[in-house]
């Protein structure tokens, strides 16, 4: 019988030598694949790492739209600020200037309790301002005085103390008079009340008088607030005796607020008139006489007035008159 042949199975012995020669070639790749890994590793991480740092500065250079606004219109704000569209003034009723005058302190020995509101061209009688003195009477007559309006057509009148009448400001003023009892009158200014009448003193009707005291009494104390009553009286303008185109006074009458300003239109605009102490306001050189006329209130409303000619000492309806107060 032949010998067996050996099996295909059986490994070839490799020389003794050999064995650690492979091991250490192994470990020689495996180590250097490790180090290309890591390699390979760090160079992706920073390529990342740039990738994402471009990616934020394109974000933040490209400009932030709201998905609800449609495109190409801005993005309204949330709380917009919207400056007010101003009032239109009523009929009649001008609008008050927007600017504040700064009014000089006048002190006196009446004592006064500032308005709460400014109006920046009423002078020492100011509305809401409460003033403190004594009224006496005096022989009123028809009620005319020092403001020239001619006879008041009311025994309701009152002359006012200098300091007060301040050069003819409280011509035309409504007054509401009070007495310590509690008693009280409506009057209007019509006179000044020359020294000794002191600040915050009033020179009454004798029938007005006599509806806060009995007139033996003489004199009582008081106090008075300027009023802006409701009337049916339309104003009126005058010129004085004499006027002209070149020379000319004129003044306002039957005027619901105590009047600030008189001006006359000139070829360079709006001139205003100085005031005389009898309650006319005059244009010395004729400037403006004859043309349109503007009438400023205490409280800012102007009223524009045509076609009052220069007719001397004659009463000329206007039809027009300020608002209430």
Not at 43 to 51: F, I, L, W
Not at 99 to 128: E, F, K, M
Not at 152 to 176: F, H, Q, W
């Amino acid at each position: 019988m032949a010998p067996a042949s050996p099996s295909r199975h059986r490994r070839r012995r490799s020389p003794s030598w050999l064995n650690p020669l492979v091991g250490l070639v192994v470990v020689s790749v495996l180590a250097l694949v490790a180090t290309l890994a890591l390699a390979l590793g760090d160079d992706g991480s920073d390529a990342s790492t740039v990738r994402t740092k471009a990616s934020s500065s394109a974000a933040a250079d490209k400009p932030t739209q709201s998905s609800a606004t449609p495109s190409g219109k801005p993005s309204p704000s949330s709380s917009p600020s919207k400056s007010p569209a101003p009032k239109k003034p009523r009929t009649g009723r001008p609008s008050s200037p927007s600017s504040t005058t700064t009014q000089q302190d006048h002190r006196s020995s009446d004592s006064t309790t500032p308005s709460s509101g400014t109006v920046p061209l009423a002078g020492r009688i100011r509305p809401g301002a409460t003033h403190t003195g004594i009224a006496t009477f005096y022989d009123a007559g028809d009620g005319d005085g020092a403001c020239l309006y001619g006879p008041a057509g009311t025994v309701m009148t009152a002359a006012m103390n200098t300091t007060d009448y301040e050069t003819s400001k409280a011509c035309g003023a409504y007054i509401r008079v009070r007495a310590a009892t509690g008693a009280s009158i409506t009057v209007r200014i019509t006179n000044e009340c020359p020294a000794p009448c002191a600040p915050g003193q009033l020179d009454l009707s004798p029938q007005a008088f006599a509806k806060l005291a009995a007139p033996v009494k003489g004199q009582i104390p008081i106090t008075w607030t300027l009023l802006s009553p409701p009337t049916t009286e339309k104003i009126s303008i005058r010129y004085k005796t004499g006027s002209t185109q070149y020379w000319c006074a004129i003044q306002a009458i039957g005027h619901r607020n105590p009047l600030a300003r008189l001006e006359v239109r000139t070829s360079g605009g709006w001139r205003s008139l100085p005031r005389a102490k009898y309650n006319y306001f005059l244009s010395e050189n004729g400037t403006g006489c004859g043309a349109q006329i503007r009438l400023t209130d205490i409280y800012g409303q102007r009223l524009t007035l045509n076609g009052i000619a220069v007719r001397p000492n004659v009463a000329q309806a206007t039809g027009v008159q300020f608002a209430e107060h």
